[in-house]
């Protein structure tokens, strides 16, 4: 489940540690050891950093240690870029949700869409647990649209708001396909495992206008599954 940390504490559901990863614009969080891709931090796609934190006093003196050997401490600029960003952090967040909010309502109704995957949405599996767990659900939308990968790559190529990108969680709307992108270097066997179809659409909802981006999702969609295959 994709969530900021101002939506989600790691620690207050037993987690004992986790890795805020600053990449580009994203932050990610290791929890249970599984590593998640989370939401916005700085926003901007132009800062590279982290941190771990733990509430566990043994973790957390082995890793001062490593730190401290190492040497790894951040820029003072990219320390400056991170501090800026946290700023609007929960103004962005606020944006990245109410429009993901409605893209995936909007999806879960459209005739040219087979399924559509919000936490915040009560037909998701796990919507319940998210209710409990976190206070947001974050700005990443996952639907399956109808057809084949020619429909999935037309759409892609007819978005005009949206940016075909592989990153997620900046100010701007993003589109990807996972079979063909971030999940190309695996088998076919195993993306089938995950669920990652040729038709699974992922979407990193921005903080523009919700009128402009339902329309652009709207004339993608009809340029890409045609009447006749409704």
Not at 44 to 72: E, I
Request: glycine share 6%; charged share 20%.
């Amino acid at each position: 489940m994709e969530i900021c940390p101002s939506y989600q504490y790691p620690t207050r559901a037993r987690v004992q540690c986790c890795l805020l990863c600053c990449r580009r614009c994203v932050l990610s969080m290791s929890l249970l050891s599984e590593l998640c891709s989370l939401c916005v931090w700085t926003g901007h796609g132009d800062v590279l950093g982290g941190a771990v934190c733990t509430n566990r006093k043994d973790l957390y003196d082995r890793l001062y240690f490593v730190q401290y050997a190492v040497g790894a401490v951040q820029a003072p600029f990219d320390c400056y870029l991170a501090n800026r960003g946290l700023k609007t952090l929960a103004l962005r967040m606020k944006q990245h949700q109410s429009n993901a909010f409605a893209v995936a309502k909007y999806l879960e109704a459209h005739p040219r869409v087979e399924r559509t995957v919000y936490p915040g949405l009560p037909s998701h599996p796990q919507h319940e647990l998210a209710c409990r767990q976190a206070k947001g659900f974050g700005g990443m939308v996952v639907f399956f649209i109808k057809g084949g990968l020619e429909q999935s790559e037309t759409f892609l190529k007819s978005v005009k708001v949206f940016t075909l990108a592989e990153s997620l969680g900046g100010f701007e709307s993003l589109a990807e396909l996972p079979a063909r992108m971030t999940h190309a270097s695996i088998t076919q066997e195993e993306r089938t495992k995950l669920g990652i179809s040729d038709t699974l659409i992922r979407l990193s909802v921005g903080l523009e206008e919700e009128a402009d981006i339902l329309a652009d999702l709207e004339q993608a969609l009809e340029k890409a599954v045609p009447a006749s295959m409704l």
